[in-house]
């Protein structure tokens, strides 16, 4: 089996696929000062409550936007599970050019989940050659909201990054003394009858218009239709609220991980 890690500055995500199934999807809360050992414990316990045990593993992928852990983590693998985990970084060969400049500016998740979203979404999609080529562009609601967009071709072609809801629902309430922390929900109403309401309006119908903004602009920018698909811990909320979102995929970056492993080792069964 194959265990892909995704660091991310909020949360870790951890997959383990048997072949090409993803066998289940767990997640840590990021701690930035992890030890080797403090890792191994944390990744053995949360794959023993769906009975996997390290002597189970047979390969590594590992994605990460937060350095100060990677060397932990690669430690902790290889002194308790004996792995020696492919890790996507700058220069490692994905299947597409990068056209960011630099190119080592992008985030490996957000190469990862390109590389995925143009494998299921891209190109002439399900329905035959008969439809034109088709790029994809993918909203990653994470610690930050981003729009990543790769061609047909395929072609990791840039994006945008936005500050995240969780961000902005916290900087409203450190920065304004009188507005409470609230749960971001949907509330009944885009008019608010109450301040946890009208705060809520503001926060998921605020982040729905700056969806469909940037997407309505990135299309314009572009000489061929995309697919828009939505990854991360709120894209579901957000979905829900418009149409400019043709799929949401929870596993895009855990694939991601599978496919650029793929690519570089025999799978791991």
Known sequence: MLLAIDVGNSNTSIGVFAGGELRCELRL???????RDELAVAIERVLALVGI???DLRD??????????????????????????????????VGMPILY??????????IVAAVAAHRRYGGNGTAGAS???????????????????????PEYLGGVIAPGIGISADALFARAAKLPRVDI??????????????????LLYGYVGLVEGMIRRIRGELDHPV???ATG????????????????????VLEGLRLVHARHRPPAD
């Open 53 to 55: 045990r390290f002597v």
């Open 185 to 202: 929900a949907r509330p009944a109403r885009v008019i608010g009858t109450s301040t946890i309401m009208a705060v809520q309006s503001g």
């Open 131 to 153: 439809e034109p080529a088709r790029g994809v562009l993918v909203v990653d609601f994470g610690t930050a909201t981003t729009f990543d967009v790769v061609t047909p071709a």
């Open 60 to 93: 590594a992928v590992v994605a990460s936007v937060v350095p100060p852990v990677v060397g932990p983590l690669l430690r902790a693998l290889s002194h308790y599970a004996g792995l020696g985990a492919l890790v996507v970084e700058p220069g490692l060969d």
């Open 227 to 229: 697919a828009v698909v």
């Open 233 to 252: 811990g709120f894209a579901p909320d957000v979905a829900r609220e418009t149409d400019v979102i043709d799929v949401v995929d929870d596993a895009l």
């Open 101 to 110: 400049d630099p190119p080592h500016e992008v985030g490996a998740d957000r």
């Open 29 to 35: 809360a990021t701690q930035r000062n992890w030890t």
